[in-house]
């Protein structure tokens, strides 16, 4: 079995940074992507990025392109998602995601096999 641990949200200006991280543990780890999703309060859960473990390709939705880096260091078995220039609408509870198959539906979070617990992040304006 796979476990997520997401850590690194906490509160922030708008305009600040914050990065979060996922690590992942359990039996031998080697998904198809890693994914960053978010939900605000009311509002459905929706993609942020993603990364082929390979580190080949990355995908952002267009909100956060140029803004948002999503990385990961397969030695550690743990995903990043640096936040810059970040803004109140990026409020929101993030969660890392684990997906074993490939390569379609990235951005779907019904084809995710694993998630993180979630962190909360908070821009103030």
């Known amino acids: 079995q796979v476990q997520l641990v997401d850590a690194g949200g906490g509160l922030v200006q708008a305009g600040g940074s914050l990065r979060l991280s996922c690590a992942a543990s359990g039996r031998t780890f080697s998904p198809y992507y890693m994914g960053w999703f978010r939900q605000a309060p009311g509002k459905e859960r929706e993609f942020v990025a993603a990364i082929t473990w390979s580190g080949d390709n990355t995908y952002y939705v267009q909100s956060v392109r140029g803004r948002f880096t999503v990385s990961r260091d397969s030695a550690k078995n743990t995903l990043y998602l640096q936040m810059n220039s970040l803004k109140p609408e990026d409020t929101a509870v993030y969660y890392c995601?684990?997906?074993?198959?490939?390569?379609?539906?990235?951005?779907?979070?019904?084809?995710?096999?694993?998630w993180g617990q979630g962190t909360q992040v908070t821009v103030s304006s």
């Open positions: 995601a684990a997906k074993q198959r490939g390569p379609a539906y990235y951005y779907s979070s019904i084809f995710y096999d694993y």
